[in-house]
């Protein structure tokens, strides 16, 4: 009779004993389940990482785009000044020529003249005919230089000026108010618009 209950109890022990067992094994498994569950959720600090990275490399393809855009605005700007050049140098050198050809167009007439001028003074024995030629022809000829912006320089009985005359010779003169003026002119000066195209040859008094 002792026997078989020291049995029993043996048995209740033992199986005491399993469910102790069953007890720890469960809880190395929810360990283990938990353990690896944490080691697939990311961190704060991996999730602020990577939303970073992300920035940056948004913010780096906007640089790259914007360059590249700059860079066919250069490209494309570059072409149209050199296309603006090369046609405002064409354009110069046209108007160069053609403005040469207009003034050639309006000498000749004045050579015209000139060849009338001459067989008149050939065959023609009055002097005053001939001289009011040479008149019409000079003042037509006149005209024409004012036309194309030249204008002749009044120097005589003017103050010298450096600026405007050249003197080739000094006279003595007893009017004190002719000393430091130009009292003749050898060769006539002329502007061109603003610009001095010639000097004028003059005679200065002192």
């Known amino acids: 009779m002792m026997k078989r209950k020291t049995h029993e109890k043996e048995e209740i022990k033992d199986n005491t004993g399993h469910k102790t067992t069953d007890n720890k094994d469960n809880t190395e498994n929810k360990e283990t389940q938990s353990s690896s ?4 959720t990311p961190t704060n600090g991996e999730t602020g990482a990577t939303s970073g990275a992300d920035k940056v490399i948004a913010e780096v393809r906007a640089v790259e785009e914007k360059l590249a855009e700059m860079q066919d605005k250069y490209i494309r700007l570059s072409a149209e000044f050199d296309n603006y050049r090369k046609r405002t140098l064409r354009e110069k050198m046209d108007l160069s020529k053609y403005a040469e050809e207009n003034l050639l167009l309006k000498i000749i007439p004045l050579m015209d003249d000139f ?5 008149h003074m050939d065959s023609d024995s009055d002097i005053t005919a001939v001289k ?3 008149d019409i022809i000079y ?5 024409f230089l004012k036309q194309n912006g030249i204008k002749e320089i009044e120097s005589l009985n003017g103050n010298f000026n450096v600026d405007l005359h050249e003197a080739v010779a000094k006279v003595h003169v007893e009017d004190k108010d002719k000393k430091g003026k130009v009292v003749d002119v050898v060769l006539k000066g002329y502007y061109l618009q603003d610009k001095v195209l010639r ?8």
């Not at 060849?115 to 067989?119: G, I, M, T, V």
């Not at 000097?199 to 002192?206: H, L, T």
């Open 132 to 134: 009011n030629g040479i």
């Open 37 to 40: 569950e944490t080691s697939k």
């Open 199 to 206: 000097f004028s040859k003059v005679v200065v008094g002192e």
């Open 115 to 119: 060849e009338r001028a001459k067989q």
């Open 139 to 143: 003042t037509k000829f006149g005209e």
